[in-house]
């Protein structure tokens, strides 16, 4: 078989294989969904996730050592993960087939020529990576996420695609995903998509940053494309389809080599090119011409860019209070050092209460996972450890249940915090317009609950009435302004005026525009003041009990700005937001 | 190119008449066509308003009480879900007495939270589990378990142990999701107008048994058999609070059910709806089957050790004809 079909089945292969990873990372039980699927094997081959969290953490994180055998094959055989695995250079591939279908060998040799600008790449690693390692002021910040194309693909599909996809199919969780931000997400993934038209492969040849890794790892390749002997017509065949664009005819870049092997194949009839141990007969350019001025520069502007970005306070008194992390979160200097960003947190959710977080907690947090409480069925499920166990970089720990709950051996840490909530009692039906509800104390799922009640009976408007009659049950009042049925809730009743625990208040079974139907006969005489008095009870919370689930703010019928809203106060992994006293104390 | 060629083509480009009147007459069809799209989407008044009524034909909710069952009652004693459970439908003349050969029943069950039976925050899935293999006994062709959960409701039914139950004794999981939900309105009734019912679980089914456990409700004083069809509505339902006992009268009027189930083997004492500890929980030892939702509530307070007279939603159910709230009239059947 030729070995372009070869590879042709691998990336089809390989792209599917992602792309079903992205469906099983749906929790539930059934045999499609989270069931021991290998779901991160595409992020734990990425060879940027591992050298970008070595640097930031000095550690290999469970199945990042994966990536040890794209290291080992890339050294052997060159950049073969770019040309023939990652899902996204599969599609970018396609796509720039797509843009060459009808055109002129002339258009094709100009589309696949070797341009400056994929020296791009290189700085855009250099950025990252020493973004990640270099620990001034404060800490690193790894943001490699942002364009390491395993990352990149694996949030496009989690949040922009399959959600898609689901709002017009049958939704494969519970209900249509929704997330805020995803229209940058998307348009991102599509913009890499069109530029193919411009330039075939242009986000692999010109921005990748895992590209430039491979690019940089295939310097001491075993084997390598190249030209085989002298007699060499010049056609420029082997240059018209190469998806590398590294000149293979000519002095061929060997990092920039996807080993699309395109110009091995039938392109070059004689066979001047192969692949093999000895060098290129044109001669190699080994290692991309950055130039020692162009690092230094680099390497000078990059180690600006985390203080530039923490100028903001972010992580010291202007810490955002909507940064609320999904339980087991590490501090969050030490999240930024791990998170990348690629949204399996946030699509393995199973209330989709996890969302990525837009750029108003900070640059740097941008598309790492929040909690919204008003997205999604419910807030953060009490009995579910999803997220930390999905999280293949750590910066989600995998907590047990007993951790998060805080039982047994972990009952004097207590349960895990991530956030408190805060009534809003100038929202709040109780507490603003005397009106009952306490809809978010009923759904408070710890025990004892975190949202206590104070009960209280509160003369309402114009409740401050005189008794013109009363017989058995029934009181007539002065003046006709009631309206009839309205204190017929049970939740309404009368009390004379001058209060106090010796007269009771007693409950109201109906009115009309002039008198009411008690439960009881009261003692009321004509002529006497009574009060009309809703029964209360008022929602608030105890701090030292609150986890900041959210299922309250979820449930708080004030639909549009929460009358019980949860922030990160209080929350355990940064122990500097503490907000009461004995939390201060280890 | 020669300046002869040039005038040639100039010659050929120049417009004749012929091609004239045919790019007007294309012209003048185009302004036709815009003239008349505009006559046609012209709208003078504007939109009205009012929000939008729904349009589908209004669905109804039969009465789904069986044929010469009467107002009964059975109160059973005992820790044996299943035992008890069937003494109890015995001492109401057996479930043949309610479910015919062929009928489509549904299973209302509370399945409100992500929490484990142990909790009894939901109904106990051995309930459902001697429920729907009764129902199928009795010659139901179909049996269906749903609820509305408040919490994720996939979590909620795994959880609970309801959708084991259920998939095991042969009975159809109904997880709500948001294409099962009709507006409905329901007659003389102040709040349940024009709100989505979780329907399609309904469509179909001609009995509907409600099976709830005895709960503790800080708003509502208590949480029963008539609280659970709670578990009907969707939408922003917690408005509802507000008026928690209108709501819970309206909605023993809105379902005439075949039969309820209470469960109070375990009470929830406190901290309900959500309990979350074993120590929320007493040892009740009690199964009531009524044909009385209104009775069945009334009891189920005495094993809260709540009066009557603190839940208004019973006394409200009462006087809307829904059932009786003095349960000792019905003269229960005590079963041990």
Not at chain 2, 139 to 162: H, K
Request: glycine share 8%.
């Amino acid at each position: 078989m030729r070995i372009v079909i070869v590879r042709r089945i691998a990336q089809v292969f390989f792209l599917l294989l992602f792309l079903w990873f992205c469906v099983a990372s749906t929790f539930g039980a059934k045999w499609w969904q989270l069931r021991g699927w290998p779901v991160n094997w595409f992020l734990e081959l990425d060879p940027l996730v591992t050298v970008g969290t070595i640097l930031s953490t000095h550690t290999i994180y469970r199945g990042l050592l994966w990536s040890l055998v794209t290291v080992v094959l890339t050294i052997i055989f060159g950049r073969f993960f770019c040309g023939w695995v990652c899902p996204f250079g599969t599609l970018h591939q396609f796509f720039g087939y797509l843009g060459m279908r009808g055109r002129r060998m002339k258009e094709r040799r100009a589309a696949h020529q070797y341009r400056k600008a994929q020296l791009i790449k290189y700085y855009v690693l250099i950025l990252f990576l020493v973004m990640a390692a270099l620990p001034i002021g404060s800490s690193v910040s790894l943001q490699t996420g942002l364009l390491d194309p395993i990352p990149l693909i694996q949030r496009s599909v989690n949040l922009a695609l399959l959600p898609i996809v689901e709002s017009v199919s049958r939704p494969l969780s519970a209900a249509p995903r929704q997330y805020e931000g995803t229209l940058i997400i998307g348009g991102i993934f599509l913009t890499a998509l069109l530029l193919n038209f411009v330039i075939p492969r242009f986000y692999c040849r010109i921005i990748c940053p895992l590209g430039a890794l491979f690019g940089l790892l295939s310097r001491y390749s075993v084997w390598r494309i190249g030209r085989v002997n002298m007699e060499c017509t010049h056609c420029e065949l082997c240059e018209t389809a190469c998806e590398g664009a590294c000149e293979p005819g000519d002095k061929i870049h060997i990092s920039e080599c996807l080993l699309c092997f395109n110009c091995v194949d039938n392109r070059c009839h004689k066979k001047y090119i192969g692949y093999r141990a000895e060098e290129s007969i044109s001669g190699e350019n080994t290692a991309p011409d950055l130039g020692r001025r162009g690092v230094l520069v680099a390497l000078a502007a990059s180690a600006m860019a985390v203080p530039m970005i923490r100028l903001n306070g972010g992580l010291a008194s202007n810490w955002h209070h909507k940064l609320v992390r999904p339980p087991g979160s590490l501090t969050e200097s030490e999240f930024l050092e791990r998170c990348i960003k690629c949204g399996q947190c946030i699509r393995i959710c199973p209330t989709n209460v996890i969302v990525p977080a837009s750029i108003e907690g900070g640059f740097e947090q941008l598309w790492t996972p929040v909690l919204n409480f008003r997205i999604g069925t419910s807030g953060c499920q009490l009995n579910c450890t999803a997220c930390g166990h999905i999280c293949p970089v750590a910066a989600i720990r995998p907590i047990t249940l007993k951790q998060k709950l805080g039982l047994d051996e972990f009952a004097e840490a207590g349960p895990i915090r991530i956030g408190a909530a805060f009534v809003d009692r100038g929202r709040c039906l109780p507490w603003a317009m005397d009106t009952p509800c306490i809809v978010c104390q009923e759904n408070c799922p710890v025990t004892p609950k975190a949202i206590y009640l104070k009960e209280f009976y509160n003369t309402v408007r114009f409740g401050a009435l005189k008794v013109t009659k009363v017989t058995g049950n029934d009181v007539e009042v002065f003046g006709e302004y009631l309206t009839p049925g309205r204190y017929a809730t049970g939740d309404y009743f009368l009390a004379r005026a001058d209060g106090g625990a010796a007269h009771p208040c007693i409950r109201i079974v109906s009115n009309t525009g002039t008198g009411f139907t008690l439960t009881e006969a009261p003692q009321f005489k004509p002529g006497e003041h009574i009060d009309l008095q809703v029964k209360l009870q008022a929602p608030c919370v105890d701090i030292t009990r609150c986890i900041g689930c959210g299922v309250c703010e979820h449930e708080c019928p004030v639909s549009g700005l929460r009358a019980i809203r949860v922030s990160a106060e209080n929350e355990t992994r940064n122990t500097k937001n503490s907000l009461t006293l004995e939390r201060n104390r280890v | 190119m020669h300046h002869s060629d040039e005038t040639a083509i100039d010659t050929l480009r120049q417009l004749n008449r012929r091609k004239f009147m045919l790019r007007l007459a294309k012209a003048g069809g185009a302004i036709v066509a815009a003239g008349g799209l505009a006559y046609l989407f012209h709208d003078p008044k504007g939109p009205d308003a009012r929000p939008p009524q729904s349009k589908s034909a209004p669905i109804e909710l039969p009465d789904y009480s069986a044929a010469q069952a009467g107002k009964k009652m059975a109160v059973a004693r005992g820790a044996d879900r299943a035992q008890t459970l069937n003494s109890a439908l015995k001492a109401l003349g057996g479930i043949e007495a309610f479910i015919k050969k062929g009928d489509c029943v549904l299973l209302k069950v509370n399945a409100a939270f992500a929490s484990p039976p142990i909790l009894s925050a939901t109904t106990h899935p051995e309930v459902v589990r001697e429920m729907v293999k009764l129902c199928f006994q009795a010659g139901a062709s179909e049996v269906r378990v749903t609820d509305n959960s408040i919490n994720d409701p996939d979590s909620c039914f795994r959880l609970s142990g309801i959708a084991e139950a259920t998939e095991q004794s042969g009975g159809t999981l109904f997880l709500p999701n948001q294409r099962y939900f009709k507006p409905f309105t329901l007659e003389n009734a102040a709040l349940i107008r024009q709100w989505p019912l979780l329907y399609t679980p309904l469509h179909g089914v001609n009995k509907l048994i409600g099976i709830a456990p005895v709960k503790d409700h800080h708003r509502a004083g208590a949480s029963m058999t008539m609280k659970n069809w709670y578990g009907l509505l969707g939408g922003r339902r917690n408005i509802f609070h507000q008026d928690i006992n209108t709501i819970i009268a309206e909605l023993a009027m809105m379902v005439k059910p075949t039969l309820v189930i209470l469960d109070g083997t375990t009470a929830m004492m406190t901290n309900g709806p959500t309990g979350g500890a074993t120590s929320d929980l007493k040892q009740t030892n009690t199964m009531i089957v009524s044909t009385d939702q209104v009775a069945a509530d009334a009891f189920g307070a005495t094993l809260l050790g709540r009066q009557i007279s603190d839940l208004p939603y019973i006394g409200k159910a009462a006087s809307a004809g829904c059932g009786v709230s003095d349960y000792q009239s019905l003269k229960p059947i005590e079963v041990s």
